[in-house]
């Protein structure tokens, strides 16, 4: 399923691309996903992030310095990381749905990576700008012209990315499902966050970003950032929020739900609002204005 997805995914993106270029008078795409910055003083890596816009070409996973080269009417071609190193295990070469559309370009540096994009005709750099690219011939970085109009195509889904996102959905409906019944038996907000990882089968960095799992009065604060490890006695249990979402192929998805401990007031309240809001859904249809 995902095979056919992606093709016709590609099929529209491509023309998406094009007239990007040509209305903003470039030729070429360079899309760099990004580096890994290390921790100050420190041989640890901060979390990587992939740039979004490299996600809408290939749901490649571990893109530490890789590229996208695009040119309309060109073959796509995926310049790719692959260190010969025995301190981290290196990446796999890229073997899936996905890869019979790229000619993939396996580099052991990530500076080997301007032989492949240095020369590129008006090339327009995207993502996160490096110094030692100054001097690979781009004729703009990021010119926010172009961006302005890779991200509004990005706002309309393909039916690639609608399922992309519906996995991810169904990954984090897994973990709500689970982060409740953890809450019931009386958890504390770190013991519900890792019942919720368990059934996503996420670890915290593949988490589309960090989890908000807040009991009683820590709902009240709006992006509620710890994970208290104590117990609440059962009859001091009042309340639980949780904001969390998962990932699938690089897409996600936002979930947020809130529970009663009891069958009380609040709880009343609660199960009004999830009724006025499947109400809500119900009238959604193509065409018509929010």
Not at 3 to 11: A, E, K, N
């Amino acid at each position: 399923m995902l095979t056919t997805l992606f093709d016709d995914h590609l099929r529209i993106q491509r023309p998406r691309a094009d007239d990007a270029l040509a209305a903003c008078g470039f030729e070429s795409l360079a899309i760099y996903a990004g580096a890994m910055r290390m921790q100050f003083l420190d041989d640890q890596p901060y979390p990587f992030k992939t740039n979004p816009h490299f996600k809408v070409w290939t749901p490649l996973a571990d893109a530490v310095d890789c590229w996208i080269v695009y040119r309309p009417a060109k073959p796509l071609q995926l310049v790719f990381l692959q260190p010969l190193d025995y301190w981290y295990k290196p990446p796999q070469t890229p073997n899936d749905f996905w890869t019979s559309h790229f000619e993939i370009a396996l580099i052991r540096a990530a500076n080997d990576a301007r032989a492949h994009i240095a020369g590129l005709p008006r090339c327009a750099f995207i993502g996160e700008w490096r110094e030692e690219f100054r001097d690979w011939g781009f004729t703009d970085r990021n010119p926010q012209a172009l961006l302005d109009r890779l991200h509004y195509s990005r706002a309309i889904k393909t039916d690639y990315e609608l399922e992309c996102m519906r996995r991810a959905s169904a990954r984090a409906a897994n973990g709500h499902h689970a982060a409740e019944g953890a809450f019931r038996e009386g958890a504390s907000e770190y013991e519900i966050h890792l019942a919720y990882l368990r059934a996503t089968g996420h670890t915290d960095n593949e988490l589309p970003y960090p989890s908000i799992v807040a009991l009683n009065r820590n709902a009240a604060v709006l992006h509620y950032q710890h994970l208290d490890r104590r117990a609440i006695a059962a009859a001091d249990r009042r309340s639980f929020l949780i904001d969390a979402g998962a990932e699938f192929a690089g897409y996600a998805c936002d979930i947020t739900r809130t529970y009663s401990h009891a069958d009380d007031e609040f709880g009343a309240l609660v199960e009004g609002m999830h009724k006025v809001q499947l109400a809500l859904c119900s009238q959604v249809r193509d065409g018509v204005d929010y």
